[in-house]
T-cell receptor, first 113, second 111 residues
């Protein structure tokens, strides 16, 4: 029972390079999310997808793109990485129950030099 | 802007003591959730309290909600070293059914 799986766990990029963070969930949830976590800032929502085929901007979408490939997978792409994007990125999916708790992956730690 | 704000930012207690963390928020909510994050790991859901509830219990956890003051508290009783983690409250945010997280409280339980 994997839950939410993120890859890679660690990545170092140079400024201007691109990369994609992958996320997959096996709980058949409709909603999926990408957050970034910075010291003292809590988690900030980058993008979310309420269902397969839809994506919407969150609080801090600039510099990112997302793809909801299918119901299981939701990827986050940095087209031209900047040092300000150094962070820990978390993917989450949301239970379809009324309570709607979030299930998180283990995080992807990204450093942009 | 952050909907939830936890207080204190850091808390250090001895094993066996109770730990209380507070969360304040700014706008009306449907429900409020508490999450726990061990160092280097993802967040794990602990407990949810609906806006029409005032108190909820789950094992050693007790959550209260005061919608008139827009605040919630999480009490961990008889703390253990394994409770050392960061604790976050999450409230309905400005993005549909999504949740907005506060900066968290870092709890250290000393053996």
């Amino acid at each position: 029972n994997a839950g939410v799986t993120q890859t890679p766990k660690f990545q170092v990029l140079k400024t201007g390079q691109s990369m994609t963070l992958q996320c997959a969930q096996d709980m058949n949830h409709n909603s999926m999310y990408w957050y970034r976590q910075d010291p003292g800032m809590g988690l900030r929502l980058i993008y979310y997808s309420a269902s397969e085929g839809t994506t919407d901007k969150g609080e801090v979408p600039n510099g990112y793109n997302v793809s909801r490939l299918n119901k299981r997978e939701f990827s986050l792409r940095l087209e031209s990485a900047a040092p300000s994007q150094t962070s820990v990125y978390f993917c989450a999916s949301r239970s379809d129950r009324v309570t709607g708790e979030l299930f998180f992956g283990e995080g992807s730690r990204l450093t942009v030099l | 802007s952050q909907q939830g704000e936890e207080d204190p930012q850091a808390l250090s207690i001895q094993e066996g003591e109770n730990a209380t963390m507070n969360c304040s928020y700014k706008t009306s909510i449907n429900n409020l959730q508490w999450y726990r994050q061990n160092s280097g790991r993802g967040l794990v859901h602990l407990i949810l309290i609906r806006s029409n509830e005032r108190e909820k219990h789950s094992g050693r956890l007790r959550v209260t909600l005061d919608t008139s003051k827009k605040s919630s508290s999480l009490l961990i009783t008889a703390s253990r070293a394994a409770d050392t983690a960061s604790y976050f409250c999450a409230t309905d945010g400005n993005y549909g059914q999504n949740f907005v997280f506060g900066p968290g409280t870092r709890l250290s339980v000393l053996p």
